[in-house]
């Protein structure tokens, strides 16, 4: 067989195992093609959209790695630290014998159905190093990881071990990043990526938004744009320390490595054992809109727990009380739900505690049992009241977390994550519980089976999660330290998996201080995660924006609350509307026409959900450019649109634009209604009850927007 009848077998293979040049990975509109080099060396040789035809593969030139000093930099497909590569390496190894090396050498791969699995192996040392490439054709995603394993009898550590290096070569390179801190989270900030390296990390071990978010867009020689050019969108699957580096080489190519943050983790790797990377997703796509579709689509499709399950409105308490509740009050605010018309009441902080009841945030946290004083007919009374009051029940929770002053730490102080021979450094008056330990993952998956156990009817938690990891010392791992920061995020996932396992049906919502937490392989075990806690509708506007970059409306919890006031009622909830619906609000301080436009807000938020959730989601006026946002959502079917407007604070004299709509049937007829008014108002929008050619209203456009302060309005969209 030749060299290019083996090629093409190749690619047209379900499954072989066999010796080749040419491995190509394919999605329906993406191509990344891996070559072998005569070294044996696994080069990407082509990355971009798909090629029409296959043959055309023998074309493209190969790199030979360190063969002359014009190719040094390979683009090698996993390079390694140490060799001849001296940029930004995937892998690092430190051999029993303290050699610092690897060559990773082509050894054999599989392509079955959609997976591709290439294994590499250094001749000389026992290692195998296996690169695995899943698509999701239709979605356009790309997942990459790799397993890493050796048969060495000393000590073995791995200094680095990222999930993907990707490159371009295109005359410029911009970078978006998501930075965040508690209350701005997702931050969109972009620059020009230049010589040299750029990293975007987190270094917090469980929450991210003190650094950034780990997602990412990078303009492949155009500047980022809604609906042109070509952008790389990617993020990390890890709920813990994720690092992108965006390095320009030398010859102005870009090298993208993404991974779990290596610093201060290098981890001792026993013999047999298979490291696996965190899963690393991506899509090359026309626009950040397309982008967003892609990955919205796919979240729903493949990533997002109970994706096709229906979502709960629902009342917390939260700011409305904070810890300062009891029976009495609670029963109230069943009463507030139902009447407001959400499906359930969520239990915030506060509820537990004896010896150090929770009355702050200084004590109690890891002593799960309820507080006699405050609650003393227990959870199943609260259970029980809330169904009377037809509303369904959920609860916080902070499992993996401890206060000092608590039973727990008096009990087990073995369990905390702590420097055994320095003070102490607490933040929000707590620490980090070493879930690296087997025995503390019992105890936090018993806090949720305890709960469940006690009240089956339990439909929801919040599982929060509100300090970084400080004081960075496993005393379960003893002198393996550099273990901590991925055994941690291990630990954490094999409690979800026993919950998940055993409760499928409850509803959990992921959530730290705000949204520390947001990553896509969490939202395998979480139906939805809390972006913020700022719900100030105006930085919401920004925080939503940013999120939708990559997350399906459905899992991202949106609540009303008293945050800027100065924004009426309506505003916030318009902000609200966008997300999976909540109200966080003490609701007898609320006008009757305000808590007349929740209760209506609240139907037609049931009657558009699907819609509202779609992964179509068009952004048409960025809030980043002016003092305006529009967003729009489609069916699949073309046939249902809601179109989200809100005017900020406008300029005086401001030339107001036509927005455009997109996605629609060109071709049908569509009415074009304001819905959402206060109790007793009409529209004024000059589309309002008008109907439009699809074609007309994306490519002319209507007026949605105004020049008042702090305006919005919700505006469907029927196909006739
Ligand atoms: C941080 C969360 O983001 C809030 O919504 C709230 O649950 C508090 N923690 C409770 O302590």
């Given at each position: 067989m030749t060299k290019r009848t083996l090629s093409f077998f190749i690619l047209h293979s379900s499954f072989f195992i066999l010796l080749a040049q040419t491995i190509s990975i394919t999605t329906d509109h993406t191509q990344l093609v891996l070559q072998v080099n005569s070294q044996k060396r696994l080069c990407q040789t082509y990355l971009g959209e798909r090629l029409s035809e296959q043959t055309d593969l023998k074309q493209l030139s190969m790199p030979q790695a360190g063969l002359s000093s014009s190719c040094i930099r390979g683009l090698e497909a996993y390079p390694v630290m140490g060799t001849e590569d001296y940029y930004e390496p995937t892998f690092e190894i430190r051999h029993a014998d303290g050699n610092p090396t690897?060559?990773?050498?082509?050894?054999?791969?599989?392509?079955?159905?959609?997976?591709?699995?290439?294994?590499?192996?250094d001749e000389v040392y026992p290692i195998e190093v296996t690169l695995y490439y899943k698509t999701f054709p239709q979605e356009d995603v790309i997942q990459q990881w790799a397993e890493i394993k050796h048969e060495e009898k000393g000590k073995v550590f791995l200094g680095r071990y990222a999930s993907s290096m990707l490159y371009f070569e295109a005359p410029s390179y911009y970078l978006t990043e998501f930075a965040s801190d508690w209350a701005k989270e997702m931050q969109m900030l972009s620059q020009e990526l230049q010589f040299g390296k750029k990293v975007v990390d987190s270094r917090l071990g469980t929450r991210a938004n003190l650094m950034a978010q780990p997602f990412f867009e990078v303009g492949i020689g155009s500047p980022i744009s809604e609906n042109e050019g070509t952008v790389l969108m990617g993020t990390l699957g890890w709920t813990g320390n994720f690092r992108f580096t965006f390095e320009v080489d030398n010859q102005h190519v870009l090298r993208v490595v993404s991974g779990i943050n290596h610093d201060a983790s290098s981890y001792l790797l026993p013999k047999g054992e298979t490291f696996r990377t965190a899963d690393f997703f991506f899509?090359?796509?026309?626009?950040?809109?397309?982008?967003?579709?892609?990955?919205?689509?796919?979240?729903?499709?493949?990533?997002?727990?109970?994706?096709?399950?229906?979502?709960?409105?629902?009342?917390?308490?939260?700011?409305?009380?904070?810890?300062?509740?009891?029976?009495?009050?609670?029963?109230?605010?069943?009463?507030?739900?139902?009447?407001?018309?959400?499906?359930?009441?969520?239990?915030?902080?506060?509820?537990?505690?004896?010896?150090?009841?929770?009355?702050?945030?200084?004590?109690?946290?890891?002593?799960?049992?309820?507080t006699k004083?405050?609650?003393?007919?227990?959870?199943?009374?609260?259970?029980?009241?809330?169904?009377?009051?037809?509303?369904?029940?959920?609860?916080?929770?902070?499992?993996?977390?401890?206060?000092?002053?608590?039973?727990?730490?008096?009990?087990?102080?073995?369990?905390?994550?702590?420097?055994?021979?320095?003070?102490?450094?607490?933040?929000?008056?707590?620490m980090v519980l070493d879930l690296c330990n087997p025995k503390v993952q019992d105890f936090v998956f018993g806090i949720v089976d305890g709960l469940m156990q006690e009240n089956p009817e339990i439909r929801f938690m919040k599982w929060d999660c509100n300090s970084p990891i400080t004081n960075i010392y496993s005393p379960y791992l003893k002198e393996n330290q550099g273990n901590i920061y991925v055994d941690y995020v291990r630990g954490l996932y094999k409690v979800l998996d026993r919950?998940?396992?055993?409760?499928?049906?409850?509803?959990?919502?992921?959530?730290?201080?705000?949204?520390?937490?947001?990553?896509?392989?969490?939202?395998?075990?979480?139906?939805?995660?809390?972006?913020?806690?700022?719900?100030?509708?105006?930085?919401?506007?920004?925080i939503q924006w940013g999120y939708s970059q990559f997350m399906p409306?459905?899992?991202?919890?949106?609540?009303?609350?008293?945050?800027?006031?100065?924004?009426?009622?309506?505003?916030?909830?318009?902000?609200?509307?966008?997300?999976?619906?909540?109200?966080?609000?003490?609701?007898?301080?609320l006008s009757d026409d305000d808590r007349q436009y929740c209760r209506e807000a609240i139907k037609e938020y049931k009657r558009l959900k699907d819609i509202v959730w779609s992964p179509n989601l068009y952004r048409l006026v960025?809030?980043?450019?002016?003092?305006?946002?529009?967003?729009?959502?489609?069916d699949d079917a073309k046939s249902k649109s809601v179109v989200f407007a809100y005017d900020i604070h406008p300029r005086y004299g401001e030339r107001l634009l036509n927005t455009r709509l997109q996605g629609l049937d060109a071709a049908a007829n569509y009415r074009v209604k304001e819905i959402c008014l206060m109790p007793g108002k009409q529209s004024w929008l000059p589309c309002n009850d008008k109907v439009y050619?699809?074609?007309?209203?994306?490519?002319?456009?209507?007026?949605?927007?105004?020049?008042?302060?702090?305006?919005?309005?919700?505006?469907?969209v029927t196909k006739e």
């Open positions: 690897s060559v990773l050498k082509y050894q054999q791969h599989t392509q079955q159905g959609d997976l591709t699995s290439i294994s590499l192996r899509t090359l796509a026309k626009g950040t809109g397309e982008g967003s579709r892609r990955f919205q689509r796919w979240m729903m499709n493949h990533q997002l727990h109970k994706a096709k399950d229906d979502r709960m409105t629902l009342l917390n308490n939260w700011e409305n009380t904070y810890f300062d509740f009891n029976e009495e009050k609670l029963v109230a605010l069943f009463g507030e739900a139902k009447d407001l018309g959400v499906d359930l009441f969520l239990l915030d902080d506060g509820w537990f505690g004896n010896k150090y009841p929770r009355k702050d945030d200084h004590a109690g946290l890891g002593d799960w049992q309820v004083d405050k609650l003393p007919q227990g959870i199943p009374y609260l259970v029980r009241k809330a169904k009377e009051n037809g509303v369904a029940f959920g609860i916080w929770i902070e499992p993996e977390m401890v206060n000092p002053k608590s039973e727990l730490a008096e009990k087990h102080p073995d369990w905390l994550i702590q420097l055994p021979s320095r003070e102490t450094y607490y933040f929000r008056n707590q919950v998940q396992a055993k409760y499928p049906d409850l509803y959990m919502m992921m959530c730290s201080g705000g949204g520390g937490r947001s990553d896509v392989t969490g939202l395998r075990y979480f139906t939805e995660f809390w972006c913020s806690d700022n719900t100030d509708p105006i930085e919401r506007l920004f409306a459905k899992a991202m919890c949106a609540h009303v609350t008293e945050w800027n006031r100065r924004a009426s009622i309506k505003f916030r909830v318009d902000v609200a509307f966008q997300g999976k619906l909540g109200f966080d609000i003490g609701l007898k301080g960025s809030p980043y450019e002016g003092q305006h946002c529009v967003v729009q959502r489609v050619t699809g074609d007309y209203l994306m490519k002319v456009g209507i007026k949605v927007t105004s020049t008042n302060d702090l305006v919005s309005h919700i505006i469907e």
